[in-house]
């Protein structure tokens, strides 16, 4: 008896700290998402100016893209995704992506030349991933006359800057396996993992899952709190001070 009473005291008291933790995680991504324009905590971000071109990027919620920006973003990913989408076994469905891509979570950078063209975005998500809040790339398209101009890395590297400032964990993103372009992007060159989420092919049948999902995690930023406790350093400090 006295050994089930603690057993159940520890995992009464576990359930109630994974419930903290969960509800600190999900206060995380709801802040996140608040954030009037998150570009301002990246302002120099804002314009790109490399490779001869010069661009700047623009933040807008779904519900805020005009109908020409939205037509654009949708267009662009049925341009690029479609084939890709009916090669597997998920098929493509213009009703369906347009809903996901106009979803009031959606969030979206978009990269503007100088007469307001625009020619990259990314569609991504402050949101959670099981148990952890996490930047969730969606979307990451280039028109193809601006690709291999650092624009998709530039892009990508203001999500993880973006999921830094904001304490998430992790950017995540799903490819296809067999878009090899997206492959040598984010492998290779971004140096994305496979996730601990990724399918496993099961080794008992013929199947072979046609989609991964990718993951870079985010250094944690160096904790605010004091690293002495209060009184002790209280103690400290004034010898600390006469020997400095
Ligand atoms: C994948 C994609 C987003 C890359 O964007 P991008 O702006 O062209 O990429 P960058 O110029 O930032 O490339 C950075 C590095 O990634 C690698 N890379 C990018 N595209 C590559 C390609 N087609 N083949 C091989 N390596 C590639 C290179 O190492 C490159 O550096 P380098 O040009 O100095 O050699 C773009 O090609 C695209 O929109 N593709 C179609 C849509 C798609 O597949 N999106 C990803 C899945 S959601």
Known sequence: MGRKSAKGKAKKQKRK?????????????EAANKIKDPLDLVAP?????????????????????SQT?????????KKNMQKLYEE??????????LEEMTEEKALYLIAM????KPVAFTHFRFDMEWDEEIVYCYE???IDEYRRKGIGKFLM??????????????????TFKSNKMAESFFVNAMKYNLDDTSPEDP???????????????IKPKPSSKPQVPREEAMQTSPVKAASA
């Open 69 to 77: 920006l939205t037509d654009w973003v949708f267009d662009l990913t």
């Open 88 to 97: 597997s076994d998920w098929g493509w469905k213009d009703k369906e992506k």
């Open 203 to 217: 080794v008992w049948e013929e199947k072979e899952y046609k989609y991964q999902i990718l993951s870079k995690e």
């Open 17 to 29: 700290e994974e419930s903290a933790k969960y509800a600190a995680s999900f206060a995380k991504v």
């Open 140 to 142: 990451l398209q280039v």
């Open 45 to 65: 971000f804002r314009k790109y100016d490399r490779k001869g071109i010069s661009l700047t990027i623009e933040f807008f919620r779904a519900e805020d893209l």
């Open 157 to 174: 590297q203001i999500l993880e800057l973006l999921a830094y400032k904001t304490e998430m964990i992790k950017v995540m993103l799903t």
């Open 113 to 116: 030349d100088k007469d307001s």
